[in-house]
């Protein structure tokens, strides 16, 4: 892991990273030092690890103690992206101008990044506990829409992950991989989503195998979660990685 740039401010340090070829950024209590809880954040589709989203959640949880980080997924942000994506991407959209079930289009794509978005999200997760001031400590991930996407098959594979805050998802592709998911669940739901119809989603939160999991139904669409959602996420960590 080589750092490339350092910042402070507010009581946050940020550092932008790179890990082989997967650039990303970590958040921590300034001056951090020992072992603390670690969130991953997942970001949206055509977002990036510093998107406006991103970006206030993790100052917000570092700010309360939790080191956080994100990392740019396959071809997005500052990762090269290839033909095949660019074909992937360009199918998907005329489908959903032609008026194809945006559900399954969608979990095409996430299949797609997944295998490599997991063994990304693996690596970045292993050096990150190296670090002195972040250690390997308990971890928990959040993501939304896409992140919800390639989340689930990561909380599935990977053993280290203790809680979960997913949601503006379908189930499509998804079934699989969410009935492996135990851990402690939050999962957000935007009642009038004109991206995911709202049974799809109810349906991925039912196939989750969680014995502990919440469901937060706010009217609003796709992109209008409200910001007191942030709030709840922190005390869901809180309670479960502290």
């Not at 340090?13 to 020992?34: H, K, N």
């Not at 959602?229 to 809180?238: A, G, N």
Request: hydrophobic share 45%; with cysteine.
């Amino acid at each position: 892991m080589r750092f490339t740039s350092q910042t402070s401010s507010d009581g946050v340090t940020e550092q932008f990273f790179t890990l082989d070829e997967i650039p990303g950024v970590l958040w921590t209590p300034e001056a951090a030092r020992g072992t603390r809880p670690l969130i991953l954040l997942g970001h949206g589709g055509r977002q990036h690890k510093t998107a406006p989203n991103i970006l206030s959640r993790a100052r917000r949880y570092a700010a309360k103690g939790f080191a956080v980080v994100a990392i740019d997924a396959p071809y997005h942000g500052d990762r090269p992206q290839d033909e095949e994506f660019g074909r992937c991407a360009a199918r998907m959209r005329a489908g959903m101008a032609a008026g194809e079930n945006p559900g399954a289009l969608v979990a095409g794509m996430h299949s797609y990044l997944a295998g490599q978005a997991v063994a990304d999200w693996r690596a970045v997760l292993t050096a990150v506990q190296r670090l002195d001031h972040v250690g390997a400590g308990p971890v928990g991930y959040c993501g939304m829409s896409m992140g919800c996407g390639l989340g689930i098959p990561l909380i599935a594979a990977e053993p280290r992950i203790r809680a979960a805050v997913l949601g503006l998802l379908g189930v499509h592709g998804l079934a699989q991989d969410a009935a492996r998911v135990t851990v402690p669940v939050q999962f957000l739901v935007q009642w009038d989503d004109h991206m995911v119809p709202r049974e799809q989603s109810l349906a991925l939160f039912d196939a989750l195998a969680s014995t502990e999991k919440t469901l937060h139904a706010n009217p609003g669409k796709h992109g209008e979660v409200p910001a007191f959602e942030v709030d709840s996420s922190l005390r869901f960590f809180t309670r479960h990685l502290s």
